[in-house]
């Protein structure tokens, strides 16, 4: 069974920085393209960034492109999203999901403020 498990998010001060965790079970992270979505209050939900299953290059939204970085640690079978120079509109529900199986995670909270 396909599970993700997101973490890590926590209410931060503009122009810091936080690490999301997507720890997965039922599959192998490395095998398969995997994804970081966000939604705010009141907006659809957005990508945010990408990682191909093998080779290629990883793609992010241009609002967080030089300040978002998305990694994975297949020894752990985890997706990360390294988040720096936060923003207030950076603040969101943040999901991993891996469009083969159309599994998604159950959030978690990213709030930017001072």
């Known amino acids: 069974q396909v599970q993700l498990v997101e973490s890590g998010g926590d209410l931060v001060q503009p122009g810091g920085s936080l690490r999301l965790s997507c720890a997965a079970s039922?599959?192998?992270?490395?095998?398969?393209?995997m994804r970081w979505y966000r939604q705010a209050p009141g907006k659809e939900r957005e990508l945010v960034a990408h990682i191909p299953s093998a080779g290629g290059s990883t793609n992010y939204a241009d609002s967080v492109k030089g300040r978002f970085s998305i990694s994975r640690d297949n020894v752990k079978n985890t997706l990360y999203l390294q988040m720096n120079s936060l923003k207030a509109e950076d603040t969101a529900v943040y999901y991993c999901?891996?469009?083969?199986?159309?599994?998604w995670g159950q959030g978690t909270q990213v709030t930017v403020s001072s």
């Open positions: 999901h891996v469009p083969t199986f159309g599994s």
């Open positions: 039922g599959f192998t992270v490395s095998s398969y393209v």
